[in-house]
């Protein structure tokens, strides 16, 4: 189709064309592949008189592009540029999206106002495809600033709002975003189930990012719960698949659970390896995308006995969100038990444990008591520690995560 658009000298329709190769290669994890195809159309309609609102809604997938490689700044020019040029009521939804999520990744909450206000036109409009993309961005946002229990029921509404409209691809992708509420949440089990399904339906349709984005969550679980066989299996596909599709919300999850489950076969080495090309993808980018795991990634590390690597995690982090700020003290809490500094250990992990309860995330929660009855044991406070370890224990059990696997 391209190559008769050109042939009848119709640039606009081949970048029209260009555009939806663009995104089905995207959907198949041909990211170089994607990128370049956008690429051309851009120079094609820019080398235009008159490019129309074509341009504009090229501007806005390289925006797009730009967010799903972590150059936050870059999308939020691209989008900004979308937006200057004459364009249809779908190209200015997506470029507020992309606009609003760019601005919130470089600590500018004004960038909500972007997301709400994309909300607020979609449901003017009554399209549900638009209704939900726009939930879709600003459950991201809810869950950091607010907390999983939020950002879940507004996951809810968008997933029911799609199975009740028929739109079976959406409703997959609302399912994949949830993955990361539901386990901030400790809702493990919904992980096990949900992931299974998710699999099913991306092999037969060939959406490799839900299948890879799925089995990362699974595989994180398995792990903590001691099932490392499975986990391995899972991960072995995860990684490959990711590195292709190269979209830093894939691709650092993917190396993170990489490392844990190489520490959980014994691989030091390995798991180090992981963890360093963890950090390494993530130092470049917004900075969510490690602060997300931080406390997780600083406990790895140091379990491998890597200070400066636990260390170097936290360099140049400026966290915004309550989410990230907590993840942040968490961390900096295990750092301070693993330099022998108890007293600001405890107290760390006493407040932390008290964030992470309000916060209702158990997993977190439970470590930061556990931290806490490692340090009051170091104090000389053995009662105080029992009543916080036994707290722990209950937090892990539910979980389903024997303590020697953690």
């Known amino acids: 189709a391209i190559g008769l658009a050109l042939d009848a000298d119709s640039p606009i329709t081949a970048a029209q064309v260009m555009r939806r190769l663009y995104f089905q290669l995207g959907l198949q994890g041909k990211t170089t592949e994607a990128r370049d195809v956008l690429d051309e159309a851009i120079d094609l ?8 609102p074509v341009l504009s809604e090229l501007y806005a997938c390289r925006s797009e592009a730009e967010m799903f490689a972590g150059r936050s700044q870059e999308s939020l020019s691209w989008a900004s540029r979308a937006l200057e040029l004459p ?23 004004g960038g909500v106002d972007d997301l709400r206000e994309a909300l607020r036109l979609s449901q003017e409009s009554d399209t549900a495809l638009h209704i939900v993309t726009s939930y879709s961005y600003l459950v991201e946002r809810v869950g950091l600033l607010e907390g999983p229990a939020p950002a879940l029921e507004m996951n ?6 799609c199975e009740r409209r028929g739109l079976e691809h959406q409703s997959m992708w609302s399912r994949t975003e949830r993955m990361w509420l539901l386990f901030d949440a400790g809702r493990w089990d919904e992980i096990v189930e949900t992931a299974e399904q998710l699999r099913t339906w991306s092999m037969e349709h060939g959406e490799m990012q839900v299948a890879t984005v799925a089995d990362t969550f699974l595989a994180r679980v398995l792990r903590y719960r001691g099932d490392t066989d499975r986990a391995v ?28 489950v190489a520490e959980s076969l014994g691989d030091d080495v390995e798991a180090a390896v992981q963890l360093r090309a963890y950090h390494d993808i993530t130092v470049e980018g917004p900075s969510e995308y490690r602060e997300i795991h931080l406390p997780e990634a600083v406990r790895a590390a140091l379990r491998l006995g890597d200070r400066d690597l636990a260390g170097t995690l936290l360099d140049g982090l400026e966290v915004h969100e309550p989410r990230m700020t907590r993840a942040l003290d968490a961390a900096r809490a295990a750092l301070a038990e693993s330099d022998g500094r108890f007293d600001e250990a405890a107290d760390r992990y006493g407040t932390v444990a008290q964030h992470w309860g309000a916060w209702a995330m158990p997993f977190e929660h439970a470590h930061a008591l556990a931290g806490l009855a490692r340090c009051r044991r170091a104090q000389g406070r053995g009662d105080d520690a029992e009543t916080a370890l036994a707290e722990a224990d209950r937090l892990f059990t539910d979980l389903g995560v024997p303590t020697d696997t953690i």
């Open 156 to 161: 809810r509404a968008a997933t029911e709002l």
């Open 87 to 109: 364009r249809s009521s779908e190209i200015t939804l997506m470029a507020l999206h992309l606009r609003g999520n760019a601005r919130c990744e470089l600590g500018d909450y």
């Open 45 to 52: 309609l820019e080398a235009q008189p008159e490019p129309g």
């Open 233 to 260: 299996s899972l991960i072995t596909r995860v990684i490959p698949a990711a590195e292709e599709i190269a979209d830093l919300q894939v691709l650092s999850p993917a190396l993170f659970v990489g490392a844990l």
